[in-house]
Nanobody, 119 residues
Framework: QVRLVESGGGLVPAGDSLRLSCTAS????????VGWFRQAPGKPRSFVAG????GGSTSVEGRFSISRDNAKNTVYLQMTTVKSEDTAVYYC????????????????WGQGTQVTVSS
């Protein structure tokens, strides 16, 4: 059974940094690309950052970076200088191929972790 578990969310003051983790089980993690998405209240879920199987990555937010540790089956989303508009539920997703930016292309999803930025 494949499982993705996000952690690291919470209440954080604007301007601070936060690191989210996505830990996978039940799959050959090193063969999967992983994406981070977020969904703010009343808005559709959107792509934030993603990382390929070989470590190549992309982020639509310059304040965020993504990395992976295959030995720990974990992908990290490092968020810096957070803003109120970063408040959302953050999800990680995995697909057994190259990195993608649309949620329909991902096979497995976590349950999400809430990030709330206080001003």
């Amino acid at each position: 059974q494949v499982r993705l578990v996000e952690s690291g969310g919470g209440l954080v003051p604007a301007g601070d940094s936060l690191r989210l983790s996505c830990t996978a089980s039940g799959l050959l993690f090193s063969s999967y690309s992983v994406g981070w998405f977020r969904q703010a209240p009343g808005k559709p879920r959107s792509f934030v950052a993603g990382i390929n199987r070989n470590g190549g990555s992309t982020s639509v937010e310059g304040r965020f970076s993504i990395s992976r540790d295959n030995a720990k089956n974990t992908v990290y989303l490092q968020m810096t200088t957070v803003k109120s508009e970063d408040t959302a539920v953050y999800y990680c997703a995995a697909r057994p191929s190259l990195l993608a930016t649309t949620e329909s292309q991902y096979l497995y999803w976590g349950q999400g972790t809430q990030v709330t930025v206080s001003s």
